[in-house]
């Protein structure tokens, strides 16, 4: 069974778009996160959501939205996608804050 | 906020090698975690390690802590096509927030 899952794999779309990357781990890990990973591999956290509370990367654009209806989900929503919104996404859980993440297989987005 | 930075940033080498990957942090370390990425997959939680001096093994690899020095190494013995991939480290900080290391690019030549 497949610990963090994220839909779609793939995503191309145009700019001026929106779009949402869905994230679901059923480990029942208390923390979710979601990470940016550029084109020089390296990743930059965007947020991290624990029992509502959300912590918000201040480079991150309000363009990017977290949405969690439950504990098992956190899903990303983009609007107004630009250019360099292109890059691999990934959802990530751990149990806190402190112990290891799990990471999903990662959404690449390209913004054509 | 918690930087940690790896070195080197990419590394070529011949199947049978032994390498090295270093991660060091700009601030004390709550524990430090390896992850490997196979190119266009996820990552793999490869180990943890939380006291100083504290080393663990997992096949052929060896990761070591030395908190006073605020670093860690990834040892690989006898390197195998198998082993290439990105190499992460990564750590939390005394928030509630984790961050990774910029990255090691292996690739092994057999």
């Known amino acids: 069974d497949t610990a963090v899952s994220q839909t779609p794999k793939y995503l191309v779309t145009q700019m001026g778009n929106d779009k949402s990357i869905k994230c679901e781990q059923n480990?029942?890990?208390?923390?979710m996160y979601w990470y940016k990973q550029d084109s020089k591999k390296f990743l930059k956290i965007m947020f991290s959501y624990n029992n509502k509370e959300l912590i918000i990367n201040e480079t991150v654009p309000n363009r990017f939205s977290p949405k969690s209806p439950d504990k098992a989900h956190l899903n990303l929503h983009i609007n107004s996608l630009e250019l360099g919104d292109s890059a691999v996404y990934f959802c990530?859980?751990?149990?806190?804050?402190?112990?290891?993440?799990?990471f999903g297989n990662g959404t690449r987005l390209t913004v054509t | 906020s918690q930087e940690l930075e790896q070195s080197p940033q990419s590394l070529i080498v011949q199947e049978g090698k032994n390498l090295t990957i270093n991660c060091t942090s700009s601030?004390?370390?709550?524990?430090l975690y390896w992850y490997k990425q196979k190119y266009g997959e996820g990552l793999i939680f490869l180990m943890m390690l939380q006291k100083g001096g504290e080393e663990k093994s997992h096949e052929k690899i060896t990761a070591k802590l030395d908190e006073k020095k605020q670093q860690s190494s990834l040892h690989i013995t006898a390197s195998q096509p198998s082993h290439a991939g990105i190499y992460l480290c990564g750590a939390p900080n005394t928030g509630n927030q984790f961050y990774f290391g910029t990255g090691t690019s292996l690739t092994v030549i057999p």
């Open positions: 990530a859980s751990s149990q806190t804050s402190s112990t290891s993440l799990h």
């Open positions: 480990l029942g890990h208390d923390t």
């Open positions: 601030k004390t370390l709550y524990g």
